[in-house]
C-alpha cells in the first residue's frame, strides 16, 4: 500500500513558478513508477509527466521546456518544477503511483493523493 501526499500548490500570477511535491509512504519507492496529472473544471484527466524507476522521464507537449519532473528515491518523493506559468495550467495536480512501468493513461495508476490547486492568473 502507498499513500501519496501533494503539497506546494497555490494561487501565482502569469510567468511564475511553483514546484509542487508529492511524498510517498510505504516501502520500495523506487520500484514504483511515478506520474503527475491534472484536472480541469470540465475537462478530463490528463497526463503532465512520469519518472520510470529507471530514471527516464516524460513530459506532456503542453509542458515540455516549462515543467519538470523528479524524483528523490531517499526521500520518497517526487517533484513537479512548473516554470512560466500560463493560465491553461489551471488545475488540480495529482500525484499518482504504480507498480512497475510508467504509462499515460491514469486509470493503469493503483495509487493516487488528493490533490493540490494550482491557479494562475492572468
Known amino acids: 500500500q502507498v499513500q501519496l501526499v501533494e503539497s506546494g500548490g497555490g494561487l501565482v500570477q502569469v510567468g511564475d513558478s511553483l514546484r509542487l511535491s508529492c511524498a510517498a509512504s510505504?516501502?520500495?519507492?523506487?520500484?514504483?513508477?511515478m506520474a503527475w496529472f491534472r484536472q480541469a473544471p470540465g475537462k478530463e484527466r490528463e497526463i503532465v509527466a512520469n519518472?520510470?524507476?529507471?530514471?527516464?522521464?516524460f513530459h506532456a507537449d503542453s509542458v515540455k521546456g516549462r515543467f519538470t519532473i523528479s524524483r528523490d528515491n531517499a526521500k520518497n518523493t517526487v517533484y513537479l518544477q512548473m516554470n512560466s506559468l500560463k493560465p491553461e495550467d489551471t488545475a488540480v495536480y495529482y500525484c499518482?503511483?504504480?507498480?512497475?512501468?510508467?504509462?499515460?493513461?491514469?486509470?493503469?495508476?493503483?495509487?493516487w493523493g488528493r490533490g493540490t490547486q494550482v491557479t494562475v492568473s492572468s
Open positions: 510505504g516501502r520500495s519507492f523506487r520500484s514504483y513508477s
Open positions: 499518482a503511483a504504480r507498480y512497475g512501468d510508467a504509462v499515460v493513461i491514469a486509470t493503469q495508476y493503483a495509487y
Open positions: 519518472s520510470w524507476t529507471t530514471g527516464n522521464t
